[in-house]
């Protein structure tokens, strides 16, 4: 007889140990269906995070190009800039020159 009862809780142990399996498991595959919803929001959030920052260096790229060229637009007028200067101060060099040889005669 008392093998029967040890048998028997053994068996009432196993049997709310399968229960609790059983509970366990639903949950967890509760908490998979949640994390798949998650996993498919992120996704899409890291889709929508691609797409601006390819339009981003889309902009960049545009913005480097233009600096770039406006770069090189200040220093041609910085070169016009100094070649008119020295050309002013040759012109004033030649009209006090001018002015001087016309004050000698």
Known sequence: M????VLEDRV???????VDFAKKNKDLEKNIDVLKEELTLVK???SKFAEDNAELITKLNSLESLTQKDNKQ???LNEEK???KLVVDDLIKSIDALIERENEQ
């Open 74 to 76: 200040l220093r041609d």
């Open 44 to 46: 899409a959030e890291n």
């Open 12 to 18: 009432n142990r196993l049997i709310n140990m399968s």
């Open 2 to 5: 008392k093998i029967l009862e």
């Open 82 to 84: 100094s070649l008119a």
